[in-house]
C-alpha cells in the first residue's frame, strides 16, 4: 500500500529551513505513516488538470492532502484573492483533500461572510455591516456609538481601528472627528469596502482557543498592558494567563468551527456585557511552539501529535467535499 503524501504549504523565505511547527509536525506525521514535504506556494503553477501542475518549473504530481498555512491566505497581492480561491477549488477537483477545505477557507477569511455564518448558526458575533463611504461609517456611529473599523481580508489587526463619536474637530451634526473622518477615508481608499462593527465592551482581555478536529487544544488569554485596554497593542505586548471559565468559551469555539467547516483553526473571543462573543476565527494554527507542553496546552500528547492526527484522519477519509 502506498504512503500517503501530505504538503505543507506556505510562502516560504526558505523553504529548507522551515518553522519548528513544521518541523514536528512532519516528524509526527512520519510516525503516522504519512510522507510530508514542504511546499512553497510561490512556486506552484495550475494547468488544466492534476497531470499538469509544475512545481518550481518541473512537472509534478499532487499530493493526498495539502496543510494550507497563514501566509498562503494572508500574503497574496492585490487583486488575487479570487485566483487564490480558485486554485483551492481546482486542487479539491483533482482529488487533493484541504486542510481546511476551501469553501471553509474562503468563507472564514471572509470576515462578513464569516459573520453572517456565524450569526445564521445562532453564534454571538457583533453586529457586522460592510461600509462603503465616511457617511456610511458615520451611520454605524449614530446607531452604535463606539466602533471597530477592519479589512473584509485582513489579518493581524492590520488596518483595525476603533473609533469613538464626537472625536476633536468634529462638524455639527456629525459625529466623525477630523482625525477618524481622515483615517476612514484613507482605509476606504485602500480597501475599498470595509467591515464596521459595534465596540464590544469587555475587561480588556480576549481569549484565544485552537481547536483541531472538534476538540480544544489549546487555551489562552491575552491581558492588555495598554491602558486604553487594547490586546493588539505594539508598544504594550500582551501578557498571558490561564482561561477562566473556559467550558463557556469552548462551547462557542467549538460551536464557530463546525458552523465553518474548519478542521483546524485559532478562535479568539471576548468577554461581553451578555456573555462569550466571538470576535474572529482563523482558519489556521500556525505558531504553537509557546503553548506546547505548558499549562495552556490541553491534549493528552501534545498539540504537534494532535495536529497530526487531524491532518492523518483527513488522509484517510479522502478528498470528497
Not at 104 to 109: D, I, K, S, V
Request: glycine fraction near 8%; charged fraction near 25%; include cysteine.
Amino acid at each position: 500500500m502506498p504512503v500517503p503524501t501530505v504538503w505543507i504549504v506556505d510562502r516560504w523565505e526558505d523553504a529548507s529551513d522551515p518553522a519548528w511547527e513544521v518541523a514536528a509536525l512532519r516528524q509526527s506525521l512520519a510516525e503516522r505513516d504519512v510522507r510530508a514535504e514542504v511546499v512553497d506556494w510561490e512556486q506552484l503553477r495550475f494547468g488544466l488538470s492534476r497531470d499538469t501542475l509544475l512545481r518550481s518549473g518541473r512537472e509534478s504530481g499532487l499530493p493526498d492532502a495539502m496543510v494550507i498555512r497563514s501566509q498562503v491566505l494572508t500574503r497574496h497581492t492585490a487583486g488575487s484573492v479570487a485566483l487564490l480561491y480558485d486554485s483551492f477549488d481546482h486542487l479539491e477537483d483533482c482529488g487533493v483533500r484541504l486542510i481546511n477545505r476551501a469553501t471553509a477557507l474562503r468563507t472564514t477569511e471572509n470576515k462578513m461572510r464569516q459573520a453572517q455564518t456565524l450569526h445564521a448558526a445562532g453564534i454571538p458575533v457583533p453586529d457586522t455591516r460592510l461600509v462603503h463611504s465616511v457617511d456610511h461609517v458615520g451611520q454605524c456611529m449614530r446607531d452604535w456609538g463606539e466602533i471597530v473599523l477592519k479589512p473584509v481580508h485582513g489579518h493581524a489587526s492590520i488596518d483595525v481601528v476603533r473609533m469613538r463619536p464626537k472625536g476633536v474637530g468634529h462638524a455639527d451634526g456629525e459625529l466623525l472627528g477630523t482625525r477618524e473622518e481622515i483615517t476612514a477615508w484613507h482605509l476606504l481608499e485602500h480597501h475599498g469596502v470595509l467591515c464596521a462593527q459595534p465596540y464590544v465592551p469587555n475587561p480588556g482581555r480576549d481569549v484565544r482557543l485552537t481547536v483541531m478536529g472538534g476538540t480544544v487544544a489549546a487555551a489562552v488569554t491575552h491581558v492588555s498592558t495598554s491602558s486604553d485596554g487594547s490586546v493588539r497593542h505594539l508598544l504594550h505586548p500582551y501578557a498571558t494567563a490561564r482561561v477562566e471559565s473556559l467550558p463557556r468559551f469552548e462551547h462557542a469555539a467549538l460551536a464557530a468551527t463546525a458552523a465553518l467547516g474548519l478542521d483546524v483553526a485559532t478562535v479568539d473571543l471576548v468577554e461581553g456585557p451578555d456573555g462569550p462573543v466571538v470576535i474572529e476565527v482563523n482558519p489556521t494554527a500556525t505558531l504553537w511552539r509557546p503553548l506546547e507542553g505548558t499549562d495552556f496546552d490541553l491534549t493528552e500528547d501534545g498539540i504537534t501529535r494532535e495536529h497530526a492526527r487531524v491532518v492523518s484522519a483527513a488522509v484517510a477519509h479522502g478528498p470528497q467535499r
